[in-house]
């Protein structure tokens, strides 16, 4: 009810306000203090409120209200009226809080706060106040931005901290205020760059107080943000494939959304960050030491510890299964499997790695990831090629080109060293190369009227330099690689059925007719001899060395390493190395001391070699089987210089696969395998010795070695040179 007009006393207590329909007596200053009706000061027919109980106005209206009901109508006998009930004793009135008073206690409370975080900091964390002088040099170098949050994010969820209502926007982590933007600690990474506004130099690493409130509904398996954060700051600085797999701007800013923000990653992908990631930082725990599990061949599945990396892997399988039954986040269930083909990969585990890079690709092809308009089906019930909507973006659109693209890239590098069929025909791919590193950090949309195709073979040699980098040449190479794979793997079908490719000419002047037709004659073998030679040659000038301006170029070098042994691939099982004229064994042995000038290329500079690709170790390898065929040839001619040579050769091979498996477990898994393979070339006399634990033992004849490397090796490898300099004739 709207309270009546009342009077106000005059006093040492300041002005008091009468309560509602309160009666003051007009001859004193002193209020009286009563217990009154709750009805308007004035009733309906202009008479004043009395005060009485009950009121003179009640008792007429409820008169009034029984002389005139209807029948049946059930009233009271008595009117209702409802007082106020006062203090019958005056008390002095409380002086109301002064703003100063409520801050004090604010700051005191804040104070209180901050010691229990810093104590809860303190306990949780006891390595969080180490030295600077820990950080990687890379990443105290490079400069801190500062991203703002996208206005569609919800930092106010659910927290397993609850802070007072009046705290909560002084306390809260989610509102920083940087140069008028606002920015989140979950958004924080020292090395991300912008995406939108400007970035904010700082010179010591910005604190997250992410590790003191996190979301009540994070997911059960998934380590704690803090960690989750560093270990993806570890996968994009260090793996060489991070920022082509995921837009590295907008992957960081998914990670500043609640868990069940339906823009924040899948729990599957970052399972496999995490397991991937693990190699590169020993803050999940102890990596795996390969050396620490006996060699049984090279496809023995490892029986690996339940390491922190091996628990996320298993995690990441079992719930990217969930999600392709739910036909939920389809793009992001194949980055996982792309992945765990890489986890697998390093840690050797070959049949997982065949299984999951089949089913990254089989899954790729129902989102229509393998081709690109207008090339379609011609069937008439296929309305699409994609169950999944079109990408929003051009970043959305060249993400999902680049996860084919690398699930493509890891069938046909691993592949290369098995028997087994490859998951996907070349045939049925129709998607155009992609764009270069900064047109996809930027967004910038390419039209397809510019870009290659890859089912047109001219598209390998001709490299248009406003589209074409270095990854785009590293695509091209895995398909060289599957061209040589699907030539080597199906050329008995193929000549078998009559198909007049793959049939060899006979020379009757050069072969008897007892002899068997040379392959090497038929027109498709030819064809890809002179593909690989003219891919050597076709590269831009600005990518011709994988180390120019003193800056490692990973996926240049791999595609340089995976020339050469495209040309090993197709014409090893054709060199003759007891034949000087060979034409086979010679490009079989200037290809492998190619593939050695660029181990001595890496080696000479610091960079650390077990973040290379994982497909290096298997072209180290295949150098080095290499090197052991010619070293029995130059033990069966008796020629001391080249077996010298040879042996010097296969031995800096088994240094740098030794140096690579401190690291990464497949390249102890290729040094076992080399070191099997030698003797069943060579001999027992060709044995190499090695410790228990399987490394190699530095020693004199090593360091000098390495002297010699450090003195002629060159950013660009030069056959001729390295020849040279040995006194070798490149045909044995």
């Known amino acids: 009810m709207p309270k009546a007009p009342g009077s106000v006393g005059s006093g040492t207590g300041g002005a008091t306000v009468l309560k509602r329909n309160q009666v003051q007596d007009s001859f004193s200053f002193i209020p009286k203090t009563l217990k009154l009706c709750f009805r308007l000061a004035i009733s309906a027919e202009g008479e004043n409120c009395d005060a009485r109980r009950p009121c003179s106005t009640c008792v007429r209206s409820h008169k009034h209200a029984r002389d005139h009901a209807q029948p049946g109508a059930n009233l009271p006998e008595r009117p209702e009226c409802t007082f106020d009930e006062v203090a019958t004793t005056e008390t002095p009135s409380t002086p109301s809080d002064s703003p100063k008073n409520r801050f004090e206690r604010l700051e005191t409370r804040i104070r209180e706060l901050e ?18 002088s820990s950080t990687p040099s890379s990443i105290q170098n490079s400069p801190t931005s500062i991203q703002s949050v996208p206005s569609n994010s919800r930092p106010g969820s659910a927290s397993t901290m609850s802070f007072p209502s009046d705290l909560e926007s002084i306390l809260s982590p989610s509102s920083l205020d940087v140069n008028g933007q606002m920015i989140n600690p979950y958004f924080w990474n020292g090395n991300s760059h912008l995406i939108e506004g400007a970035s904010v130099r700082v010179d010591a690493p910005l604190r997250s107080s992410s590790m003191d409130v996190i979301w009540s509904h994070w997911p059960v398996n998934l380590p704690d943000p803090e960690l989750i954060r560093h270990l993806v700051d570890m996968f994009f600085l260090f793996h060489p494939h991070a920022s082509r797999l995921f837009h590295r701007g907008t992957f960081i800013t998914s990670l500043s959304y609640p868990p069940d923000h339906p823009d924040f990653p899948i729990t599957p992908v970052l399972h496999a960050i995490c397991a991937v990631s693990a190699i590169y930082t020993a803050a999940g725990g102890p990596r ?30 079992e719930t990217v299964e969930k999600y392709l039954n739910k036909g939920h986040n389809l793009v992001q269930c194949v980055q996982t499997y792309v992945l765990l083909t890489w986890y697998y990969w390093c840690h050797s585990k070959w049949v997982e790695l065949f299984t999951c890079s089949g089913q990254s690709l089989r899954v790729a092809i129902p989102l229509g990831l393998n081709i690109c308009p207008p090339f379609r089906s ?24 680049n996860t084919f693209w690398l699930a493509y890239a890891v069938d046909r590098q691993h592949g290369s060293g098995t028997g087994w069929a490859l998951s996907l025909d070349d045939d049925d791919i129709a998607q155009v190369f992609p764009v270069t590193m900064e047109q996809f950090e930027l967004g910038i949309p390419v039209n397809y009227n510019v870009r290659q195709w890859c089912h047109v073979r001219e598209a390998v040699l001709f490299h248009p330099p406003d589209i074409t980098d270095s990854f785009t040449l590293f695509v091209k190479s895995t398909m060289l690689l599957s061209f040589i794979k699907n030539f080597n793997h199906r050329y008995k079908i193929k000549s078998n059925l009559g198909d007049t490719r793959f049939l060899p000419v006979r020379n009757f002047a050069t072969h008897g007719y007892g002899d068997q037709p040379d392959i090497r004659s038929s027109s498709a073998f030819l064809e890809l001899d002179q593909l690989l030679v003219s891919f050597r040659s076709s590269f831009p000038s600005n990518l011709k060395d994988p180390f120019r301006n003193g800056l490692m170029d990973t996926h240049l070098y791999t595609t340089f390493l995976t020339a050469h042994v495209s040309i090993i691939l197709l014409h090893e099982p ?45 072209c180290w390898y295949l150098a080095g089987q290499c090197f052991a065929r010619f070293l029995r040839a130059a033990q069966d001619a008796a020629c001391i210089q080249q077996i010298d040579t040879l042996r010097a050769e296969l031995d800096f091979v088994r240094m740098a696969l030794s140096k690579m498996a401190e690291r990464v477990p497949l390249s102890y898994r290729y040094l076992r395998m080399l070191d099997a393979c030698i003797p069943e070339i060579c001999g027992p006399t060709a044995v190499h010795s090695s410790p228990a634990d399987g490394r190699q033992v530095s020693t004199a004849a090593d360091q000098q070695l390495l002297a010699s490397v450090s003195q002629t090796s060159s950013n660009q490898p030069d056959v001729a040179y390295f020849l040279k300099i040995n006194n070798l004739d490149p045909q044995p």
């Open 115 to 132: 010691a229990l975080l810093n104590q809860k900091e303190q306990t949780t964390f006891p390595d969080a106040n180490l030295p600077s």
């Open 288 to 317: 795996t030491n390969a050396a620490d599990f006996p060699y049984e061949g090279q496809f023995a599945q490892p029986d690996l510890p339940d390491t922190f990396a091996e628990q996320q892997a298993t995690h990441a399988k």
């Open 378 to 401: 011609l069937h008439g019930s296929s309305p699409t090629m994609s169950i999944i909507p079109p990408p929003r973006t051009p970043i959305e659109d060249e993400t999902r080109r």
């Open 574 to 618: 054709h060199a003759n190395v007891d034949r000087a004229n060979c034409t086979s064994a010679a490009k079989v042995l200037e290809s492998a001391r190619a593939i050695l000038e660029l181990v001595y290329a890496v080696w000479s500079t610091n960079y650390d070699i077990g973040l290379l690709d994982y497909f290096c170790p298997f």
